[in-house]
């Protein structure tokens, strides 16, 4: 996607660096998706440190797969997770303690989901570039 303003060349920038330095993790190759990097499982620990996830009761977090270890916290911290299946063609809510790995993935989200019924209180999504603006 072009936006004119510089970003489709900064993500191309992005892509190429994690490629070549071999810091891109599955899936490979990077190009055109939210990548996965070495050290990302580290980076969603943070999330633990930030206020506004823990006076939360219900987090949203997109489905990309360098978010899964984000999800899993969700649950673990005994949260609502709130996800969107591919193409948001619906949302869904997660409240499983138990097959917590399972629950995560795009293809538990159905099995371990039920329709959205609440607010959202925090949303996590992953970029390649983000705008200042």
Not at 36 to 58: D, H, L, R, T, Y
């Amino acid at each position: 996607m072009n936006f004119g303003d510089g970003t489709e060349i900064l993500r191309q920038k992005i892509w190429k660096l994690l490629e070549d330095k071999n810091i891109a993790s599955f899936p490979r190759p990077c190009f055109n998706h939210i990548p996965n990097f070495v050290g990302s499982w580290v980076a969603s620990e943070k999330i633990m440190q930030i206020p506004e996830f823990n006076s939360s009761g219900c987090v949203f977090c997109a489905p990309d797969f360098v978010l899964k270890r984000v999800r899993e916290i969700v649950l673990e911290s005994h949260k609502i997770l709130a996800v969107a299946l591919p193409h948001m063609v619906e949302f869904l809510q997660i409240s499983a303690r138990r097959n917590i790995k399972r629950a995560t993935s795009i293809k538990g989200f159905k099995k371990y989901g039920s329709p959205l019924n609440r607010e959202v209180e925090l949303f996590v999504e992953g970029s390649v570039v983000v705008d200042r603006n």
